[in-house]
Each structure stands twice: as structure tokens, then as C-alpha cells.
């Protein structure tokens, strides 16, 4: 039987890169919407599991995604409520990767660290959907976690938003000025740069001074890089005596999780991967590869 994605994607255009990962985990058809809203969500999903029998259901698919995490997240929610046993399917949410790249990022850190209960992690510009995902997953890990964002109401907005979503608590600081990173990084054993496309967070001399600093891992792909001094390409590199990972070190592991998870999806029809099923599909995925790099 064919394997079917439906593809419920927030924004106009569905995404051709969510399309070309799904066809290369195995989806044999996709079926795409862009633009979807709350409202259209049930007719869809509806249009899934009334079409073929229960037995047969775990060969359909709903993959959630496009640039709006909150979106996501609504439409999420609403094809959940359209599923009733034994008519349901399993669902992946990664709007614009961010589950998969934090996932990536936290696991990456996870493998280097091992346990990271009481370690201090500041994420730069956490407030968009990567950093408040991989906010949420550290602090589940136990850190201590800490986010920045330009702007005092903006990060605590998203503060209060990953404490509501994963059920923890984590911290959030002000920063407008790299000048506030010598203080920002007292303790600190594990720098994410979080932040946009293109934009530099941290020059070099700022994370090389941190004398606790054990890993940097930047997610930022677009000159200039978010980390002065940690290289697009590094994957567990010793730098200055930091373990360093660029957004392709991180990238080339998310593309192999999102293909993992795609082709999870039709192995059940009553999977919901959302960030900490992603998680356990990535931590399932490290135990059956050689030893990675340590920090120091
Ligand atoms: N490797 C991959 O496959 C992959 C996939 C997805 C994303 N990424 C990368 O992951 C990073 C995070 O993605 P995202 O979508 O979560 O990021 P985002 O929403 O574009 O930006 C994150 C935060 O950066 C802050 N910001 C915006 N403009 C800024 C500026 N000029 N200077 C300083 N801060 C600024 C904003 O926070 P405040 O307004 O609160 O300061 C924003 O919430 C990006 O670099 C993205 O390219 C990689």
C-alpha cells in the first residue's frame, strides 16, 4: 500500500524542502496545503482516516510545518481532535525545523556532556522557535537554562511560554550588547547561539575568556557566522579548549532525524512527534553510532 504525507503547512507555499526530505525517507505521495488554518485542519485529517481501513491506517501521514511555530502548534492541536480511536494517524510537527535543529543541537550537547543536571547553558536569542525549543528540552534535562533576547518583555514572554510547554523553568536575561557576555558567561559551560541568519552574536574574544565554557555550538549557517571562531563545518572540534559545533555539524545530523522520523511516521498510525518524541527518536539514533567527541 502507498505510503501517504499529508502535508498542513501555516505558510502560503508548502515547503519544497519538507517535501524533498519526506520523498527521501520513503513517502511514495504528498499531499500538500499551504496556508492551512485552525479551521480547515478537521476536513483534512477526516480526509485521511476515513479512506482507508484502521489496519491499514499507519500507511497515512500528517506532517504539520511552516514558518510560524505557534501556528504550527494550533494546528497541531486541532488535527489531534479530529483523531478518535481506531480512525486516527500519526502526526509530525517541525514548523521551519526548528524541532528537529534543537533537537539536534540538545543532543549533540547531551552526547559531549552526558549528565547535565545543575550545568549552566546561556542560549542566545532563545526566543525564537529553535531556541525555545532546545530551551525547553535542556531545562527538562536538568540545566540550569538561561535565554536572552533584545528585549526584557520579549524574553519573558518567551520564558513564560517554554516554562507553560515543557513544565519547567528557565531564565531569561536582556541583551541588546555584546558587551554583556563577560558577565552573561560566568559559569556558563554551554553557549547556543540561537539566533538569526547572518547576525553575529559573540565575537571570539567574548567566549574565549570564559574560563567554565566546555562547549559553543552555533546554529547560524550565514556569514557572518553567530560565533566568531567556531566554523560552519565543525562537528565536535576542539577549539580554544571548547568543544565547538557549527550549524552544519548540527544540520548534518537534524536532515538524518527528520528523514527517521518521517519514515517513523509509518510505522504507527498513533505517533505524535513533537519535540520530545523527536528527542527520543535522536538519543535512539546516537546509541547505535561510534563514540562522539567529549568536552574536556
Ligand atoms: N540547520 C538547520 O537545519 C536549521 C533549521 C532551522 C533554523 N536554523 C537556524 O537556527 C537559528 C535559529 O532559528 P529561529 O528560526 O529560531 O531564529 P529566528 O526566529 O529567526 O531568530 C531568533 C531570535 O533572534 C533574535 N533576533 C532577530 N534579529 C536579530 C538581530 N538582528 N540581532 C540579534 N538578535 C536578533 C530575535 O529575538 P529577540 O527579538 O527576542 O531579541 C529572534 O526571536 C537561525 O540561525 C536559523 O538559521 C537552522
Same mark, same amino acid.
Not at 92 to 109: C, E, F, P, Y
Given at each position: 500500500?502507498?505510503?501517504?504525507?499529508?502535508?498542513?503547512?501555516?505558510?502560503?507555499?508548502?515547503?519544497?524542502?519538507?517535501?524533498?526530505?519526506? =520523498?527521501?525517507?520513503?513517502?511514495?505521495?504528498?499531499?500538500? =496545503?499551504?496556508?492551512?488554518? *485552525?479551521?480547515?485542519?478537521?476536513?483534512?485529517?477526516?480526509?485521511?482516516? /476515513?479512506?482507508?481501513?484502521?489496519?491499514?491506517?499507519?500507511?497515512?501521514?500528517?506532517?504539520?510545518?511552516?514558518?510560524?511555530?505557534?501556528?504550527?502548534?494550533?494546528?497541531?492541536?486541532?488535527?489531534?481532535?479530529?483523531?478518535?480511536?481506531? /480512525?486516527?494517524?500519526?502526526?509530525?510537527?517541525?514548523?521551519?525545523?526548528?524541532?528537529?535543529?534543537?533537537?539536534?543541537?540538545?543532543?549533540? #550537547?547531551?552526547?559531549?556532556?552526558?549528565?547535565?543536571?545543575?550545568?549552566?547553558?546561556?542560549?542566545?536569542?532563545?526566543?525564537?522557535?529553535?531556541?525555545?525549543?532546545?530551551?525547553?528540552?535542556?531545562?527538562?534535562?536538568?540545566?540550569?537554562?538561561?535565554?536572552?533576547?533584545?528585549?526584557?518583555?520579549?524574553?519573558?514572554?518567551?520564558? &513564560?511560554?517554554?516554562?507553560?510547554?515543557?513544565?519547567? *523553568?528557565?531564565?531569561?536575561?536582556?541583551?541588546?550588547? +555584546?558587551?554583556?557576555?563577560?558577565?552573561?558567561?560566568?559559569?556558563? $559551560? #554551554?553557549?547556543?547561539?540561537?539566533?538569526?541568519?547572518? @547576525? &553575529?552574536?559573540? +565575537?571570539?574574544?567574548?567566549?574565549?575568556?570564559?574560563?567554565?565554557?566546555?562547549?559553543?555550538?552555533?546554529?547560524?549557517?550565514? +556569514? +557572518?557566522?553567530?560565533? *566568531?571562531?567556531? *566554523?560552519?563545518?565543525?562537528?565536535?572540534?576542539?577549539?580554544?579548549?571548547?568543544?565547538? /559545533?557549527?550549524?552544519?555539524? @548540527?544540520?548534518?545530523?537534524?536532515?538524518?532525524?527528520?528523514?527517521?522520523?518521517?519514515?517513523?511516521?509509518?510505522?504507527?498510525?498513533?505517533?505524535?512527534?513533537?519535540?520530545?518524541?523527536?528527542?527520543?527518536?535522536?538519543?535512539?539514533?546516537?546509541?547505535?553510532?561510534? $563514540?562522539?567527541?567529549?568536552?574536556?
Amino acid at each position: 500500500m502507498r505510503k501517504l504525507l499529508l502535508q498542513l503547512d501555516s505558510s502560503r507555499m508548502p515547503s519544497v524542502f519538507d517535501q524533498v526530505v519526506a =520523498y527521501d525517507a520513503g513517502a511514495d505521495a504528498i499531499m500538500s =496545503y499551504g496556508g492551512v488554518t *485552525e479551521g480547515d485542519v478537521r476536513d483534512l485529517i477526516h480526509g485521511c482516516i /476515513f479512506t482507508r481501513a484502521p489496519k491499514d491506517l499507519h500507511n497515512t501521514a500528517v506532517w504539520i510545518g511552516g514558518n510560524n511555530m505557534t501556528a504550527g502548534e494550533q494546528l497541531l492541536a486541532m488535527a489531534q481532535d479530529a483523531l478518535f480511536s481506531p /480512525f486516527c494517524v500519526s502526526i509530525m510537527l517541525d514548523s521551519n525545523g526548528s524541532n528537529t535543529t534543537a533537537v539536534a543541537a540538545v543532543v549533540k #550537547i547531551e552526547e559531549a556532556l552526558g549528565d547535565l543536571r545543575g550545568k549552566k547553558i546561556l542560549i542566545l536569542a532563545g526566543t525564537g522557535p529553535v531556541g525555545q525549543r532546545a530551551a525547553g528540552l535542556l531545562a527538562k534535562d536538568g540545566a540550569d537554562v538561561t535565554i536572552t533576547s533584545r528585549k526584557p518583555e520579549q524574553g519573558d514572554k518567551a520564558r &513564560q511560554f517554554i516554562d507553560a510547554r515543557f513544565n519547567i *523553568e528557565v531564565k531569561a536575561v536582556a541583551m541588546n550588547d +555584546p558587551a554583556r557576555l563577560p558577565d552573561l558567561l560566568d559559569g556558563v $559551560e #554551554i553557549l547556543l547561539n540561537s539566533g538569526p541568519a547572518g @547576525v &553575529q552574536m559573540v +565575537p571570539k574574544s567574548a567566549w574565549t575568556a570564559a574560563k567554565s565554557l566546555k562547549i559553543a555550538v552555533d546554529l547560524n549557517a550565514v +556569514p +557572518p557566522l553567530g560565533i *566568531e571562531g567556531v *566554523e560552519v563545518n565543525d562537528a565536535g572540534v576542539q577549539r580554544n579548549g571548547v568543544l565547538a /559545533f557549527g550549524a552544519f555539524g @548540527v544540520g548534518n545530523f537534524k536532515t538524518k532525524l527528520h528523514k527517521a522520523c518521517v519514515a517513523k511516521l509509518f510505522t504507527k498510525n498513533d505517533l505524535v512527534l513533537d519535540a520530545e518524541a523527536i528527542a527520543d527518536v535522536a538519543r535512539t539514533m546516537v546509541k547505535q553510532k561510534p $563514540e562522539p567527541a567529549k568536552a574536556r
